[in-house]
């Protein structure tokens, strides 16, 4: 089952923070977040293992609830370059198959 | 570290061809992935390799797909008789056991 993704949609202006959300009703092995800009491939950001860690990558940090199974993507002080598709990717096992979400659209305006 | 390659970049089709899809993954990579993306929606697993062995397949996998990754290096993804359902993205993805994976560029296939 695909985890659920929220919002849908985000609209920001340059500098601005926003938060999306990935959660799942099964228990997960870790979860895995990607950025896609419009007609090329899902990039990795980062991986987050089951032990409720926090990791980060200059201004975007994850962290990953593993008793609610839910993580949240953290974007701050948003820079153009930002823009895209969020997709989180679950993993019920250990490195296995990812179950991705519907994404997040993430526009940026300057 | 040139990335995960994949060719041909587009493919057209007609409907009941066999086509094939190459991938080269990153060269230290043990795991290689096959995923489908149609528009609006996130990557859709079909198959993965650990080396040489093809451990899991999806069970939405048609008979008509096949994958194989000879002596743990390229992999090659057929799709025989294709479908107009089988018009999408066609993505390749490798990693180092479970970090990552990255993904190459993709196929884009389209049955007419």
């Known amino acids: 089952q695909q985890p659920v993704q929220s919002p849908q949609a985000v609209i920001l202006r340059e500098g601005e923070d926003a938060v999306i959300n990935c959660s799942s009703s099964?228990?997960?092995?870790?979860v895995h977040w990607y950025r896609q800009k419009h007609g090329e491939a899902p990039v990795f950001l980062m991986i987050?293992?089951?032990?409720?860690e926090q990791k980060g990558h200059e201004k975007i940090s994850a962290s990953f609830n593993e008793k609610k199974q839910q993580s949240s993507l953290y974007l701050t002080a948003s820079q153009l370059s930002y823009s895209g598709t969020y997709f989180c990717?679950?993993?019920?096992?250990?490195?296995?198959?990812?179950?991705f979400g519907e994404g997040t659209q993430l526009t940026v305006n300057p | 570290d040139t990335g995960v390659s994949q060719n041909p970049r587009h493919k057209i089709t007609k409907r009941g061809q066999n086509v094939t899809f190459r991938c080269d993954p990153i060269?230290?990579?043990?795991?290689l992935y096959w995923y489908r993306q149609t528009l609006g929606q996130g990557p859709e697993f079909l198959t993965y390799?650990?080396?040489?062995?093809?451990?899991?397949k999806s069970r939405l996998l048609s008979d008509r797909f096949s994958a194989e990754r000879p002596k743990g290096s390229f992999s090659t993804l057929e799709i025989q008789r294709t479908e107009q359902g089988d018009s999408a993205m066609y993505l390749c993805?490798?990693?180092?056991?479970?970090?990552?994976?990255?993904f190459g560029q993709g196929t884009r296939l389209t049955v007419v």
């Open positions: 993805a490798s990693s180092l056991w479970d970090r990552g994976p990255f």
């Open positions: 099964k228990a997960l092995y870790s």
């Open positions: 987050l293992l089951k032990g409720g």
């Open positions: 990717g679950t993993d019920e096992t250990s490195g296995s198959r990812l179950t």
């Open positions: 060269s230290e990579h043990n795991r």
């Open positions: 390799f650990q080396n040489e062995a093809q451990l899991e």
